[in-house]
């Protein structure tokens, strides 16, 4: 058995058993089967055995078991969804396109630039805070800062 057509008739032992190889197939297979009697046996006792798988029986149920288990089965509840599970399905759509548009507003609010409006009133609002010198310290960093801007103020032309 170690000529290739032993090797090739191993591989085929199912399509030879089945009946289902082409007919120039079935020719050379027949050819060696002729010339090579080991072939020629283990043909002979797969066909046996392959036979023989079609003789076993299957287990069946037992005939009154199907009925049972569909009674059984009827007997069960139906799942059914509540008012709950139908808000559910109705809030999560709404919910995702409130979150969707949530995050394109704040999107484009942070993709602005700050705008320069309103920094003149801050100022203003500041001043008259400060207009009583009395209360701040002499020493203190908000004194330090206030008279460096009116000197730097009166510096510039």
């Known amino acids: 058995m170690a000529q290739p057509e032993c090797q090739e008739i ?7 058993a089945e009946g289902t190889l082409s007919a120039a197939q079935r020719g050379r297979i027949d050819f060696h089967l002729r010339e090579c009697p080991e072939c020629k046996e283990l043909i002979k006792s797969f066909e046996q055995v392959w036979g023989g798988l079609g003789a076993t029986r299957s ?11 569909e009674k059984a089965l009827d007997k069960q509840p139906k799942p059914t969804a ?15 396109l409130l979150l969707i548009l949530a995050g394109t507003y704040l999107g484009l ?3 602005k630039a700050p705008s320069r409006q309103g ?13 009583d010198w009395a209360d701040i310290p002499q020493d ?13 103020k009166e510096e510039t032309p």
């Open 59 to 69: 287990p069946q149920a037992f005939p009154s078991l199907w009925p049972a288990l």
């Open 119 to 131: 920094w003149e009133n801050r100022a203003v609002y500041v001043e008259s805070y400060l207009q």
């Open 140 to 152: 203190s960093l908000a004194a330090l800062y206030l008279t460096s801007g009116q000197t730097e």
């Open 109 to 111: 609010q942070l993709g």
């Open 10 to 16: 191993q591989e085929l032992l199912v399509e030879i």
């Open 82 to 96: 509540g008012p709950l599970d139908l808000l559910a399905g109705f809030l999560r759509p709404v919910a995702a």
